[in-house]
C-alpha cells in the first residue's frame, strides 16, 4: 500500500506542476540573465517570499537584469558611456555589479562571504543578503 504523502492529491498535484513547469522553463527561448541566476529554480521560484514592495524591485532587478546599469541605460539611448561607476573599469551591468566589480568586492565579502561570487552562488545564498547587496549598490551609486 501507498503511503499517505505518496497517495496525496496536493503534493501529487504540485510535482506535476512544478515538472511541467521546469520543462517549459528549460525550452523557454532568451532569458540568458535569469536563467544564469536561478538555474532550474526559476521555473519553481516561491511564490510565498516575504518581501517588501522595494526589496521585490531590487530582487526583480537582479534576477531579470533589467534595472538603471550602464549597459541598460545605453540599449535606451540615455547615456553614451556605460562604464561601471564603482569602478570606472568595466561595462555595468548586472551581473557585472554582483560578481566582478572590484569596487564592490569589499561589500560582497561582507554580506556573501565570497569576493567574486558566480551566478550560482547567489542559488545557495540568502535571498535578503543578496537584496541588501543590491541596495547598498543602488543607494550608494
Known amino acids: 500500500m501507498y503511503s499517505a504523502c505518496t497517495m496525496c492529491g496536493e503534493h501529487g498535484a504540485i ?8 520543462a517549459k522553463w528549460d525550452q523557454l527561448e532568451g532569458l540568458r540573465h ?3 541566476f536561478l538555474g532550474a529554480i526559476g521555473a519553481c521560484f516561491p511564490n510565498k517570499i516575504r518581501l517588501t514592495r522595494r526589496q521585490a524591485k531590487y530582487a526583480i532587478a537582479a534576477i ?4 538603471g546599469t550602464g549597459s541598460m541605460l545605453l540599449k535606451m539611448g540615455i547615456i553614451d558611456d ?9 561595462v555595468e ?3 557585472h555589479f554582483l560578481c ?4 564592490l568586492t569589499g561589500k560582497r565579502l561582507d554580506l556573501l562571504g565570497v569576493a567574486f561570487p558566480q551566478p550560482e552562488d547567489y ?4 535571498l535578503k543578503v543578496s537584496i541588501k547587496l543590491l ?5 550608494a551609486i
Open 93 to 95: 551591468s548586472m551581473e
Open 15 to 22: 510535482n506535476i506542476c512544478q515538472e511541467k513547469s521546469a
Open 64 to 67: 531579470t537584469g533589467h534595472f
Open 34 to 36: 535569469s536563467k544564469k
Open 123 to 126: 542559488l545557495a545564498s540568502n
Open 100 to 103: 566582478e566589480c572590484d569596487g
Open 82 to 90: 556605460p562604464t561601471c561607476r564603482a569602478c570606472n573599469e568595466d
Open 135 to 139: 541596495e547598498w549598490i543602488f543607494e
